[in-house]
């Protein structure tokens, strides 16, 4: 493995400790993003002959908010916040960009095991998703084995939703639910808020905002708390692409396809939608239950 010489600066390890994420200023070029966001016009104007592998969440954080098929998908729904799922599965634009030879490399190094793509998010629109820690929905088997990519595919400025963090807050001992693990139980979250909040004013954190420019890499910590600011301005798009990875290490059964030396992606099935008849996911499943 190559990723132990990862082109990472002291000052970029440094935060890394510190704070819990890494900046790649200016990593793709325009020409790279381009690529992705003419990829997703494309699949919005040629969705009704798209296969069962493109799964959509439109409507996202109304009433209306539904998963389905993108071939299903009403043409207005791109007007609103929306996730395009895994397009990793099927695109290997999107591959190359979240796991080929340029960024593998990096993530290798901060995992210290070879990197695996298990999910992929695209969106148009500010997340506008609460703090939260990744590890509430998708723990590793190994501690501290997960970490996210965030990639600008356009200007982030203060109106149309940009990504929040606390640095530092990685350092925090992760808060166990009932059952014994940081999966969510919704109904403990006051429990966890106190929790939070309390660890976040006895550290003296303060939350940051990123403003990203077209073409930076933004890689956290499974442990940072993060969420996604308020759109001020609705009709202002935030084109961005989301991944997160685990180790091949932690899923030895499941041999990643390779995108290149460094990295690959967990050649799973696509996630499901309401009416579907294959079980769920069942690497999921196991990492939910602690094994």
């Excluded at 109304?62 to 929306?82: G, I, K, V």
């Excluded at 969106?123 to 997960?146: I, L, R, V, W």
């Excluded at 499974?222 to 969420?227: I, V």
Aim: charged letters at 25%; hydrophobic letters at 35%; a negative charge.
């Amino acid at each position: 493995m190559t990723f132990i010489n990862a082109h990472l600066s002291t000052e970029q390890k440094q935060s890394w400790e510190d704070n819990g994420y890494v900046l790649l200023k200016n990593f793709y070029s325009n020409k790279d993003i381009e690529q992705i966001n003419q990829l997703v016009d494309q699949l919005w104007v040629e969705r009704e002959g798209l296969g069962p592998e493109y799964v959509v969440d439109i409507f996202v954080g109304s009433d209306n908010e539904q998963r389905l098929r993108l071939a299903e998908a009403p043409a207005d729904a791109r007007e609103h916040p929306y996730k395009l799922n895994d397009l990793f599965l099927s695109q290997q634009k999107i591959r190359e960009l979240v796991v080929g030879e340029r960024l593998a490399p990096i993530l290798g190094q901060l995992l210290n095991g070879f990197p695996m793509v298990c999910n992929s998010l695209n969106f148009e629109y500010g997340s506008q998703q609460a703090y939260h820690f990744d590890t509430f929905y998708m723990p590793s088997p190994t501690p501290n084995k997960m970490v996210a990519s965030w990639i600008a595919l356009e200007d982030t400025t203060e109106d149309n939703g940009p990504l929040t963090y606390f640095p530092g807050s990685h350092k925090i001992r992760p808060y166990l639910f009932s059952k014994g693990t940081t999966h969510i139980v919704y109904k403990e979250l006051p429990a966890f808020e106190e929790y939070i909040n309390k660890e976040i004013e006895q550290r003296g954190l303060k939350a940051e905002t990123f403003l990203a420019e077209k073409g930076d890499v933004f890689i956290w910590h499974s442990q940072l708390f993060h969420g996604g600011s308020p759109i001020k301005d609705k009709s202002k798009t935030r084109k961005s692409l989301v991944t997160h990875y685990f180790t091949n290490e932690d899923f030895p059964k499941l041999n990643p396809t390779k995108v290149c030396e460094d990295g690959g992606y967990m050649n799973r099935k696509p996630q499901r939608v309401p009416g579907d008849e294959f079980p769920p996911i069942t690497w999921l499943k196991r990492i939910l239950k602690g094994n």
